[in-house]
């Protein structure tokens, strides 16, 4: 299997490139090829900009999926991109290392997202969702916080952590991916040692769990054929999470994510 990490920490001493490491050994030990992508340390460009696309498609108005579609089309897409670009093509898995801040993922991710997921390239509106370029890939997302898992509960008072990732996983699962349940580690914050917190039991569960990555949990999402003419979740079908629901429960799922 060929096993694509992509990091978003700015420190490479954090517990963040740790489970990395840790992600990397467990996976080439089994035979697995993996490479690795540090984004702050290739100083990888988050803001989406026309200063980034040459030649242009229109240079007196910039229309970023305009611009992405032509850049694609005629091998025209920023080195930092393409190089992305070719690293989840040959992938079978995606995993995103981050942290969570402010209730989401760094400036850093969400700009890498944002140009590396390419309008004609990775999606369109004829190839998203099950016909979607990455169809028969993986993704984790594998995710630090400084909160304790109960505070991260459904429950808590930082919010259902995992909730809070479902725009991210949407977006993945927007362009084909399979999305594989996060994998959570909590309360890890710049002194959590000092606590006497052994964090080489966290690696050695995260590496436990690379090792069985086939047997990890796939989220769930609608079908094609749980949706009516105008885009909305037809009478009776299932909904999996509270960012769709249907007219009965909009109340309370409001109310859900407002709590959040």
């Not at 089994?30 to 340390?41: F, P, R, W």
């Not at 006497?196 to 989220?219: H, K, M, P």
């Not at 999402?221 to 769709?244: C, M, R, V």
């Amino acid at each position: 299997m060929n096993i694509y990490i992509v990091c978003a920490h700015p420190e490479s001493a954090s517990f963040n490139n740790s489970l990395v490491t840790a992600a990397t050994v467990s996976f080439e030990n089994l035979g697995h090829k993996v490479k690795v992508t540090d984004l702050y340390a290739h100083d990888f460009d988050p803001c989406e900009h026309a200063r980034h696309f040459h030649p242009r498609k229109n240079s007196h108005r910039f229309d970023v999926q305009a611009e992405q579609r032509f850049g694609y089309e005629n091998d025209a897409l920023p080195a930092q991109v393409e190089s992305q670009l070719a690293a989840i093509h040959w992938a079978d898995l995606v995993i995103v290392q981050f942290p969570l801040w402010w209730f989401g993922a760094p400036a850093m991710l969400k700009g890498w997202m944002d140009r590396v997921l390419v309008y004609g390239g990775l999606y369109s509106s004829e190839q998203r969702f099950e016909q979607g370029v990455c169809r028969g890939k993986k993704v984790l997302l594998c995710v630090t916080t400084g909160s304790s898992a109960d505070e991260c509960a459904p429950n808590g008072r930082e919010g259902n952590t995992h909730l809070l990732l479902w725009p991210i996983q949407y977006a993945f699962r927007y362009v084909g991916f399979d999305v594989l349940q996060s994998y959570l580690v909590h309360g890890i914050w710049a002194d959590c040692t000092a606590s006497g917190r052994d964090l080489n039991e966290e690696l050695l569960r995260y590496s436990s769990f690379c090792a069985d990555i086939d047997q990890a949990a796939v989220l769930p999402f609608n079908s094609p054929t749980d949706w009516d003419e105008h885009g909305q979740l037809k009478q009776g079908a299932p909904s999996y999470t509270p960012f769709i629901q249907h007219p009965g429960n909009r109340d309370s799922a409001t109310t859900l994510i407002a709590e959040k």
